[in-house]
């Protein structure tokens, strides 16, 4: 299914996904009056599951219920529809058959078809090389005796009779696919996928400023990438509790950088204290402008202090504003209370909700959540907290930087570059009149 897709370079498939289905599986004395997209009703789900995938990407467009509950297997999930703890499953049709198969008084209702392509081998997309290997390998498989053996030895599996090939790039017919590598990548680039116009996941694809600016560097720089979505505490995270360390106080880099993840990540502040570490590239936003400040609520404004001395502040872990605010705090900063959270979404609620003061946040997450959210202003966005967004990379990579450097300096004063940044309205680019210019001076 095309979520997975995004970060996940897939095969042809060796089942037929058009004979798959997904649905739910409800009492015998639910089936008639069981609404299709669920309206009003509890269901539970597997977690992880491509069925719950498919169930929680459509949520709000095909399936309308009031609660989602998921459990941590499939035994689990259906004692709890046995024992009418809830009274629906969403799963794929082989998981059903299971329980269905041993158990009494259920049935499976409105199973839908087409929601895959079927199963695959499922590989990082680093290794295209390695799905073109096991490509041709299936190809001739799918067609031998023994494949048509197997399948006969399996009855209940839905072989792919028809060949079926798949190739993980965009089409007219499936623009949402992710383009990945056929070859081996010489840079893996990771993405958090969730900060504002920058990076993102919208209706299950992946996208933003930093991820089309990091194929076209690519490109300019004739380096073969895969861009793959990564949490950010796994890049910078708030705390490295199991070294000692409950606050990362010294700006140690993330579990992603450290076991080699990635090779670089898109869409990362550059800091004094981060470089220490990571080896950043050439900006591609402007460093000089002020991009870290308060979110207040309108009615506070006006006697909300610049130091927020008495205030309850929110800030997002790991972020550049939140070292930027904790490096500073009892200096130009003197809140009451601090609230760390590890997901922008919370916070901004626990704002909306009353629960804090302000947020101190990047101008970035801050106009994003002003587009969405009336009745908030900026205030004090006179800090910068950094030299720029740009690439960073472990420091071992320093010819992948050298190369990086070589596509930006290409790309900053190409129209393409314009183009993209006068799309990207919330994005501060790193610009000076027509044409676009690095401003960092530092050498790596």
Known sequence: IFPRQQSIAFTNAYTDGAKSRVGFVVPDAEAAMFPGDAANKVVGVVKAYAATTYFTHNQGVLFNPVNVIQYASPEALFEAVRSKLIKSAYVDSTTAHKFLNTTAGFQMVHARAGWSDGVAYGCHPEYGD??????????AYKASAEYTALCGRYPTIECDTAASTFANAKTKANPELADHPTTRADIVIATEANWGDQNYVRNGVVGGFDVELAREVCALAGKTCAIVPAPWQSVWPREYSRFGWPVNTMTYPGEGHQARWFHCVVGTWHTVSRQQSIAFSDPYTDQNVPDAGFVVGAAQAATFAADAAGSTVGILTGSTAAYHFLNNQGTLFR?????????????????????????YADRTGAEAFQSAQ??????????SPGGGVAFGCHPEYGHLLKALNEGLVAYKVSAAYRNLCNASGHVPCDCNGTECASGWAGEY
């Open 130 to 139: 390695m799905v073109a290997v096991l490509n041709a390998a299936l190809v």
């Open 335 to 359: 809140p009451a209370t601090v609230r760390y959270y590890s997901k922008s979404t919370v916070m901004w609620d626990a704002l909306v909700a009353g629960e804090l003061d302000a947020v």
């Open 374 to 383: 009336g009745g908030y202003q900026r205030l004090y966005f006179d800090a």
